[in-house]
């Protein structure tokens, strides 16, 4: 199996300094942010790597594995709340998003044995499936109050017409889903023909059989595929819940014109 | 009557208030809603439709307080018109869909006939309309529910003179046919063209009603100055 030494990695990070000097030599003032960056991944990775070490190990009871799911949910849904701040109730509703779709995701990964249910493939499974939901999450929830807002004379005028708020919100929502889902979707259709996707370039610098590995990748792409939809229309339809009264009026923040 | 407002009040920012709004709305004709900006005009209207709904006081129609009625089934029998027109993406036909799911080509011809506009329309797209093709076929759209009564806040206030005049006679055509109107504006010399019945509204409450022909008899003073065209 391959190996990355601390040594091998600080010869990697001439990598950086290529960037940095870039960024100096075109005047791109983004030496700083190149740097901050670098360095909070390697201090992250570190960090998340010396406790998986420690989870990791064998004997440790599949419970801590469910309850780091939990806490990375908690903190997915702290962060999509504090990243839409517009958007009302995000916070409980990503929530639920979130164990819905880890539920229902996991619930098929393990319980028809895709993957073994084992603290290695629990504890990365979800990490994949909420850290791509969390992006997917906040773009959705941005884009349906951006929409309903900005379009707000057309909404009502569907409501006047007698449209419920969920006839009414439907062609906003639809847009905002497929604007967030897209690249996502697009992602998916050109794997392997321009890019070879990361969980698999590290598979396979780590030893595995090719052919294996596009297993392990193509299952994953899968689960991230379902996951980030369901996430996405769980929090579209919560979202647009909070945007209308129950006598379908329109509720969502009025824009200044 | 049509519509009747009792001791209405609504909070929010101050182009949205009403203050004990009381007075009531013909069903025939065209009544027009004047008063200076931020008078509250608008907000009557979106009540009527129940696109807001009191702080306090009571909304009729037709003798219902609407909150006793289906919100959905109410906004069909009582139509609206809004300022700029909104038509939806989409031709002129899947517009008028909107109004009426079950519409068939003949009766959508019928409907934009009766907004003088011309059959070949049904195929346009609807967001390439000019303003005041547009506004006609929001209002065709609006008829498409078959409704008891339009409502129409300041339709005319994003179209050329032209446009203006067409709407206005069309808001006519509709009045004599048996749908009342009820158009809002604050220019005085379209209050004097269209209007059977004029209510004032002066700082969220209505300062009067009257015929159109006898407009000023019993008035108040900042209701006279209004129809002078002082500002307020």
């Keep these: 199996m391959n190996q990355v030494g601390w040594d091998a990695l600080a010869v990697s990070t001439l990598l950086v300094f290529i960037a940095v000097a870039l960024s100096w030599w075109r005047n791109l003032g983004l030496a700083r942010s190149i740097l901050w960056a670098a360095t909070r991944a390697l201090v992250q990775l570190t960090a998340i790597g010396l406790l998986l070490q420690i989870i990791l190990n064998p004997g440790v009871s599949i419970w801590w594995g469910?309850?780091?799911?939990?806490?990375?949910?908690?903190?997915?849904?702290?962060?999509?709340?504090?990243?839409?701040?517009?958007?009302?109730?995000?916070?409980?509703?990503?929530?639920?998003?979130?164990?819905?779709?880890?539920?229902?995701?996991?619930g098929v990964l393990f319980g028809l044995g895709v993957f073994p249910l084992d603290l290695r493939s629990l504890i990365?499974?979800?990490?994949?499936?909420?850290?791509?939901?969390?992006?997917?999450?906040?773009?959705?929830?941005?884009?349906?109050?951006?929409?309903?807002?900005?379009?707000?004379?057309?909404?009502?005028?569907?409501?006047?017409?007698?449209?419920?708020?969920?006839?009414?919100?439907?062609?906003?929502?639809?847009?905002?889903?497929?604007?967030?889902?897209?690249?996502?979707?697009?992602?998916?259709?050109?794997?392997?023909?321009?890019?070879?996707?990361?969980?698999?370039?590290?598979?396979?610098?780590?030893?595995?059989?090719?052919?294996?590995?596009?297993?392990?990748?193509?299952?994953?792409?899968?689960?991230?595929?379902?996951?980030?939809?369901?996430?996405a229309t769980i929090l579209a339809l919560g979202i647009r819940r909070q945007l209308f009264s129950a006598d379908h009026r329109l509720t969502a923040p009025r824009r200044e014109s | 009557m049509l519509l009747t407002f009792d001791q209405v009040s609504l909070g929010g920012d101050q182009s949205h208030r009403l203050a004990n709004a009381t007075g009531e709305i013909s069903d025939r004709g065209i009544t027009a809603l004047v008063g200076p900006s931020g008078a509250g005009k608008s907000t009557l209207l979106r009540l009527a439709n129940r696109l807001e709904v009191p702080d306090s006081g009571t909304v009729q129609f037709r003798g219902h307080d609407i909150n006793t009625l289906d919100p959905l089934a109410l906004r069909r029998r009582v139509a609206m018109v809004f300022q700029r027109p909104t038509p939806f993406p989409g031709s002129v036909m899947e517009n008028l869909c909107v109004g009426d799911p079950e519409l068939n080509e003949t009766q959508a011809v019928t409907l934009l006939e009766r907004v003088g506009l011309a059959a070949d329309l049904l195929t346009r797209d609807a967001l390439l309309l000019s303003g005041g093709e547009a506004q006609r076929v929001c209002l065709a759209r609006a008829l498409a529910t078959n409704p008891e009564v339009v409502l129409m806040d300041e339709p005319t206030s994003s179209l050329d003179p032209a446009a203006r005049t067409d709407l206005e006679k069309l808001a006519r055509s509709l009045a004599n046919s048996g749908i009342p109107i009820v158009w809002v504006t604050h220019d005085i010399a379209q209050m004097q063209r269209i209007a059977d019945y004029v209510l004032v509204m002066i700082d969220g409450a209505i300062a009067h009603s009257a015929n159109a022909t006898d407009l000023e008899a019993n008035s108040s003073l900042p209701v006279r100055d209004f129809l002078a065209g002082k500002k307020l």
């Excluded at chain 1, 990375?72 to 164990?99: C, D, E, K, Q, Y």
């Excluded at chain 1, 379009?151 to 497929?178: I, N």
């Design chain 1, 66 to 106: 469910w309850l780091w799911v939990a806490i990375m949910i908690l903190i997915a849904a702290i962060t999509i709340r504090w990243r839409t701040p517009n958007v009302p109730g995000t916070f409980g509703l990503s929530l639920a998003a979130l164990t819905g779709t880890a539920a229902l995701t996991l």
């Design chain 1, 124 to 231: 990365s499974l979800s990490g994949l499936m909420i850290g791509n939901s969390m992006a997917v999450s906040v773009l959705v929830g941005r884009r349906i109050v951006d929409e309903l807002s900005d379009k707000r004379d057309e909404v009502e005028a569907r409501l006047a017409l007698g449209a419920s708020s969920a006839q009414a919100a439907q062609p906003y929502l639809r847009s905002s889903l497929r604007t967030a889902l897209i690249p996502q979707i697009e992602t998916t259709k050109v794997v392997g023909l321009i890019a070879l996707p990361g969980a698999m370039t590290g598979l396979i610098l780590a030893g595995v059989d090719p052919l294996d590995a596009v297993r392990v990748q193509t299952a994953v792409m899968y689960l991230v595929l379902g996951s980030v939809t369901t996430t």
